[in-house]
């Protein structure tokens, strides 16, 4: 009793006998587990890449798996040891190999975008039923003065096992990482393969009918089968290899990478940890600088803090970038830091300067900048900027050096600024403090004449900033202070 069901026959009948070569045999199991190693490595690889590297490793292990299963397919059919002569057509052949291929591919592309056992169950029941498809049409392939039908539990049972292997083959892939590990599961999967080739060879019925090889005039449409597995293995060993070598050589560069990005990481760690003891050192200098300059003028209480403040909030304020505004909180306080050059008699004296002695306590602004320049250090370059030009006024009436307009460095534009601005608030023995209403006024009209008249208009929009910081820096009654007349007041 045969049945035809969606191009295949099945039987209950028996047909010729039939045996397998059995170094056939063994050379396809080789072949097997040599495809199932070279799949499971290149989809390690394919998980530990990403965009275009990820999709060609993808293509790769699916070639890999793909066409293995169908050369061990192809060489377990030339196997078969039958009384009968055996071809093969090559247009459904090559068709047998396309469908093992992309159905691995969705396999594979499944599992790719998902990693979850029920992605997994469903790419391995259709990368199964491509496996059977595969080695039915292979089958299908043959070309023999014969009627080929299957035994139905047999050939469901194939299936099964290509489904059952399928899955099991993609759930490896995502899960074995190690050479081992790889090794192992390559000839399991090998014998799962090999279990449903020969599971549906097994279920083959083979029917001589002498009127087909008169229909089909002898076998001479086919290719015979002589060396073909020969043929087949060594190029599919040789494809094979390839693989590998190149999958090997992409882990040594990823790798060599991945040493080479660590090492990167530790460098940068290190240049990250000497700029912070840079900055550390630079900090101290100033710090001890200040001190210095407060040995011998202590006049001004928390002024210099105020202004350095100030400063920092007008540079955000105006726009500057936030690490230059930081540098210059810091280097701010060393405006003055000339002054410890003055003469006592100058810089101690009570009451206001003659003209003599203002001509020598403005020296201060040079001898800061000559003290504080030349270190290499920015933020001991950028004090020495400042301490150099924040006299300077707009029109070219300042000094040291009669610097005018945008030609006077921003960072002694800004000083001004806060220096001034915070001075005439402040109370001095030579002098009572400002009301605000005054200091504004001056402020204003200033602008253009000693100030950047863009910098005052963003520091008057920011006042109720700048007077909240004069509430956090209040002058403490420390005793009497030095009666001497600063250029702020002047």
Same mark, same amino acid.
């Given at each position: 009793?045969?049945?035809?069901?969606?191009?295949?026959?099945?039987?209950?009948?028996?047909?010729?006998?039939?045996?397998?070569?059995?170094?056939?045999?063994?050379?396809?199991?080789?072949?097997?587990?040599?495809?199932?190693?070279?799949?499971?490595?290149?989809?390690?690889?394919?998980?530990?890449?990403?965009?275009?590297?990820?999709?060609?490793?993808?293509?790769?292990?699916?070639?890999?798996?793909?066409?293995?299963?169908?050369?061990? =397919?192809?060489?377990?059919?030339?196997?078969?040891?039958?009384?009968?002569?055996?071809?093969?057509?090559?247009?459904?052949?090559?068709?047998?190999?396309?469908?093992?291929?992309?159905?691995?591919?969705?396999?594979?592309?499944?599992?790719?975008?998902?990693?979850?056992?029920?992605?997994?169950?469903?790419?391995?029941?259709?990368?199964?039923?491509?496996?059977?498809?595969?080695?039915?049409?292979?089958?299908?392939?043959?070309?023999?003065?014969?009627?080929?039908?299957?035994?139905?539990?047999?050939?469901?049972?194939?299936?099964?096992?290509?489904?059952?292997?399928?899955?099991?083959?993609?759930?490896?892939?995502?899960?074995? =990482?190690?050479?081992?590990?790889?090794?192992?599961?390559?000839?399991?999967?090998?014998?799962?393969?090999?279990?449903?080739?020969?599971?549906?060879?097994?279920?083959?019925?083979?029917?001589?009918?002498?009127?087909?090889?008169?229909?089909?005039?002898?076998?001479?449409?086919?290719?015979?089968?002589?060396?073909?597995?020969?043929?087949?293995?060594?190029?599919?060993?040789?494809?094979?290899?390839?693989?590998?070598?190149?999958?090997?050589?992409?882990?040594?560069?990823?790798?060599?990478?991945?040493?080479?990005?660590?090492?990167?990481?530790?460098?940068?760690?290190?240049?990250?940890?000497?700029?912070?003891?840079?900055?550390?050192?630079?900090?101290?200098?100033?710090?001890?600088?200040?001190?210095?300059?407060?040995?011998?003028?202590?006049?001004?209480?928390?002024?210099?803090?105020?202004?350095?403040?100030?400063?920092?909030?007008?540079?955000?304020?105006?726009?500057?970038?936030?690490?230059?505004?930081?540098?210059?909180?810091?280097?701010?306080?060393?405006?003055?830091?000339?002054?410890?050059?003055?003469?006592?008699?100058?810089?101690?004296?009570?009451?206001?300067?003659?003209?003599?002695?203002?001509?020598?306590?403005?020296?201060?602004?040079?001898?800061?900048?000559?003290?504080?320049?030349?270190?290499?250090?920015?933020?001991?370059?950028?004090?020495?900027?400042?301490?150099?030009?924040?006299?300077?006024?707009?029109?070219?009436?300042?000094?040291?050096?009669?610097?005018?307009?945008?030609?006077?460095?921003?960072?002694?534009?800004?000083?001004?600024?806060?220096?001034?601005?915070?001075?005439?608030?402040?109370?001095?023995?030579?002098?009572?403090?400002?009301?605000?209403?005054?200091?504004?006024? =001056?402020?204003?009209?200033?602008?253009?004449?000693?100030?950047?008249?863009?910098?005052?208009?963003?520091?008057?929009?920011?006042?109720?900033?700048?007077?909240?910081?004069?509430?956090?820096?209040?002058?403490?009654?420390?005793?009497?202070?030095?009666?001497?007349?600063?250029?702020?007041?002047?």
């Amino acid at each position: 009793m045969s049945i035809e069901l969606a191009g295949l026959c099945f039987t209950s009948a028996s047909g010729l006998p039939f045996s397998h070569d059995h170094w056939l045999v063994a050379l396809s199991y080789a072949v097997a587990a040599f495809a199932s190693y070279a799949a499971l490595d290149m989809a390690e690889r394919m998980h530990r890449t990403s965009g275009v590297a990820r999709m060609m490793w993808q293509g790769c292990a699916a070639a890999a798996l793909g066409g293995g299963i169908w050369a061990m =397919h192809f060489i377990g059919m030339l196997a078969l040891t039958i009384d009968t002569p055996i071809a093969y057509a090559p247009g459904k052949t090559l068709l047998s190999l396309v469908t093992s291929v992309a159905f691995v591919a969705a396999g594979f592309r499944i599992i790719q975008r998902r990693r979850s056992p029920a992605a997994i169950a469903a790419a391995g029941i259709i990368v199964g039923l491509g496996v059977a498809a595969m080695h039915y049409l292979g089958m299908a392939a043959m070309v023999l003065p014969a009627r080929i039908a299957y035994d139905p539990l047999l050939w469901g049972l194939s299936v099964a096992i290509a489904a059952a292997a399928a899955t099991a083959g993609l759930w490896l892939a995502t899960r074995i =990482h190690r050479l081992r590990e790889r090794a192992l599961a390559a000839l399991v999967m090998a014998v799962a393969v090999c279990g449903m080739h020969y599971t549906g060879m097994a279920a083959l019925v083979v029917q001589v009918d002498p009127t087909l090889m008169a229909a089909d005039g002898g076998l001479g449409e086919g290719v015979s089968s002589g060396p073909l597995a020969a043929v087949v293995a060594v190029a599919t060993f040789g494809l094979l290899l390839l693989a590998l070598v190149s999958a090997t050589a992409d882990r040594r560069i990823s790798a060599a990478a991945a040493r080479e990005a660590a090492a990167l990481r530790v460098a940068n760690l290190e240049l990250e940890a000497a700029r912070l003891q840079l900055e550390a050192t630079q900090r101290e200098i100033i710090r001890r600088l200040c001190s210095a300059g407060e040995f011998r003028d202590n006049e001004t209480g928390q002024h210099v803090a105020r202004m350095a403040q100030i400063a920092h909030q007008l540079a955000l304020a105006a726009g500057c970038a936030p690490g230059f505004a930081a540098q210059l909180l810091e280097a701010a306080p060393l405006h003055d830091i000339g002054k410890i050059a003055v003469p006592d008699h100058v810089l101690l004296k009570a009451g206001r300067l003659d003209a003599q002695e203002w001509t020598i306590m403005r020296q201060h602004a040079s001898i800061g900048q000559r003290l504080l320049a030349g270190s290499g250090l920015p933020l001991l370059d950028l004090a020495a900027e400042v301490a150099g030009t924040h006299h300077e006024k707009w029109d070219g009436t300042g000094y040291p050096a009669g610097l005018c307009g945008t030609g006077i460095p921003l960072s002694g534009r800004i000083v001004a600024i806060a220096d001034v601005f915070d001075a005439l608030l402040s109370s001095r023995p030579y002098k009572d403090a400002w009301p605000l209403d005054a200091v504004v006024a =001056h402020m204003r009209e200033q602008a253009g004449r000693h100030f950047d008249p863009d910098l005052v208009a963003v520091f008057l929009g920011r006042l109720d900033t700048m007077l909240a910081i004069r509430e956090r820096f209040v002058d403490e009654d420390n005793g009497p202070q030095r009666l001497v007349q600063t250029d702020a007041a002047e």
